[in-house]
């Protein structure tokens, strides 16, 4: 328990570093997800957030898995976050295949992905909502208060660093924040596809990749995957040495 608080805090410690002038909002949104499948008995985690035409986009994503059963939950408007969403409410669901019938598609999918159970969370603040927290496990079972207390908490951080941090200290406006972040996973994504190819490696292992590189030469993560995606840096360089063509 104590070893458990002691992650805790460190993880809200981490995230309220992150909210520092021109802080990274890449960094922030992969922080979240990561830290909530360290902390919470759950197999993934992804985020989406609400684009400037008000519709939800993936955002974040712990593993490859969780990011196209996202993608394929928005694109058929079907599915827990979609629901949170829409309804600004957690929606916790213990068990997909007695949801079959709600989510038909939707449950089919999350079981091919090797998923059992997911527990959505809107990201809100007041009665502004900007997106869901989405957690995924491998075999059914509830989330307990506690953690479903402390997902919500590590979403409300992220949401207050989203909405209070850029928006009012640089004037920003929330839509112009919000696509910002958009934009930016659009181009991780184009790099994470470059280090894929170049080194053989899986889309999470290019990302870990990209992440330890920007972490470790303190670049914002959206910056290395602009001047990887734009032929602007090797990707050669941002690989680990075993994966390098000699």
């Known amino acids: 328990m104590a070893d458990r608080e002691r992650q805790v805090t460190r993880t809200f410690v981490a995230l309220a570093d992150t909210l520092v002038d021109d802080f990274d909002v890449a960094e922030l949104l992969h922080t979240l997800v990561r830290s909530c499948v360290n902390l919470l008995d759950v197999a993934a985690a992804g985020l989406t957030l609400v684009d400037e035409r008000g519709s939800l986009q993936v955002l974040a994503s712990s593993t490859e898995q969780a990011r196209l059963l996202e993608l394929f939950q928005l694109g058929i408007d079907e599915g827990p976050c979609v629901e949170c969403f829409a309804t600004r409410a957690p929606v916790l669901v213990a068990d997909l295949a007695e949801e079959s019938a709600r989510w038909p598609r939707f449950a ?76 930016s996973r659009v181009t991780i994504e184009q790099a994470k596809g470059v280090l894929a190819v170049t080194g053989g490696l899986g889309m999470d292992g290019a990302f870990t990749a990209l992440r330890g590189y920007a972490r470790s030469h303190n670049l914002m993560l959206g910056d290395v995957a602009r001047a990887i995606a734009e032929r602007d840096l090797d990707p050669a360089l941002v690989l680990p040495r075993r994966n390098r063509t000699p």
């Open 108 to 183: 089919a999918e999350a079981s091919r992905q090797g998923f059992a159970s997911v527990h959505a969370l809107p990201m809100r603040l007041r009665k502004q909502i900007v997106g869901a927290l989405n957690l995924f496990g491998e075999r059914p079972g509830e989330l307990g208060a506690d953690d479903v207390d402390l997902a919500q908490g590590l979403a409300d951080t992220a949401t207050i660093g989203i909405l209070q941090e850029r928006a009012v200290r640089h004037g920003e406006t929330l839509s112009e924040q919000l696509q910002t972040a958009l934009n």
